[in-house]
């Protein structure tokens, strides 16, 4: 068994590294001071309520307000999986090369797309149940400022912090932007913390994800809409993956003679805290997709 043991720790950690450098939605992972994993299906996601001030007595001195830290237990989204396989005799040369080439189309083509649009979709949703949507054609980059403004000054008002706002757009709609370079359209993106532009086929407020007894992946579902972009300050939401992997020899290989890379992961997609809406908005195309 000892092969089983170290081929996965050998392996998890480049499908990690593909994974953190590839995915545009693991930006919003990373903060363990507020969620514990433990690798059972479930997470605990941190809860800070507060008091806010009261007047200072020369006699009692402070008010006693309360604060409360607890720890909420979340479940996974999803689990979902994959058999990586090749042959013995194919493999012959170089089971380190081969499966780099294997691992890293998987991770590149399957696992990173998925995951980016299920992240995508599941925030947008929870953005539309809140309110805080948009339904706009947005076809030139003007009418993207415009609508960017919007979203910028109403969290302002709300006083969602700028230093941590993410805005995840289409590349042909932050093209359009370029293409203006103006003072106006500078200023208006200045106002997030990061920029990244996700690939339109990641952009949906809803996919679908087959369960691979006759199809696999993802689709958008059918009356969603394609998301123009997404709007999101780091702290209002907590997404998580935890990535599994077994690894068999082909003398261990009980269905054949390959080398088997068995890959699993966890996720939530997103948990949007109930006082922190204001810091997710989603723009959305007019036109429902069939």
Not at 149 to 175: K, Q, Y
Not at 243 to 251: I, V
Not at 266 to 282: A, M, P, Q, R, W
Request: charged share 25%; net charge negative.
């Amino acid at each position: 068994m000892p092969n089983v043991i170290n081929g996965a720790q050998k392996y998890l950690p480049l499908l990690d590294a593909i994974y953190k450098q590839d995915a545009k939605t693991s930006i919003l992972e990373g903060d363990e001071t507020v969620v514990q994993k433990n690798g059972v299906k479930e997470l605990k996601i941190a809860k800070l309520t507060m008091d806010g001030l009261g007047d200072f007595s020369r006699n009692s001195g402070y008010t006693t307000g309360s604060t409360t830290l607890s720890w909420e237990t979340i479940a996974y989204d999803k689990e979902r999986s994959q058999k990586l396989t090749i042959d013995r005799l194919d493999n012959a040369e170089s089971l380190e090369i081969a499966f780099a080439k294997l691992s890293s189309e998987f991770m590149r083509t399957k696992v990173i797309p998925e995951t980016d649009a299920a992240r995508i979709s599941s925030i947008a949703s929870k953005a539309i149940t809140a309110s805080k949507v948009a339904a706009e054609a947005i076809t030139t980059g003007a009418g993207l400022i415009s609508s960017l403004r919007a979203v910028t000054s109403a969290m302002d008002n709300a006083e969602v912090p700028t230093d941590s706002r993410i805005l995840f757009i289409r590349p042909d709609l932050i093209g359009a932007v370029d293409d203006l370079d103006t003072i106006k359209s500078k200023a208006v993106l200045d106002r997030f913390s990061n920029i990244i532009e996700v690939p339109a086929t990641r952009m949906y407020t809803a996919v679908t994800l087959a369960s691979g007894a006759s199809s696999y992946g993802f689709t958008p579902t059918s009356g969603a809409y394609a998301v123009n972009y997404l709007v999101v300050e780091k702290s209002a939401v907590v997404s998580a993956l935890e990535q599994f992997l077994k690894y068999f020899t082909p003398d261990q290989d009980q269905n054949g003679d390959s080398h088997v890379f068995a890959y699993r992961n966890y996720n939530l997609y997103s948990h949007v805290y109930e006082n922190k809406t204001d810091g997710i908005f989603v723009s959305r195309d007019t036109t429902a997709i069939a």
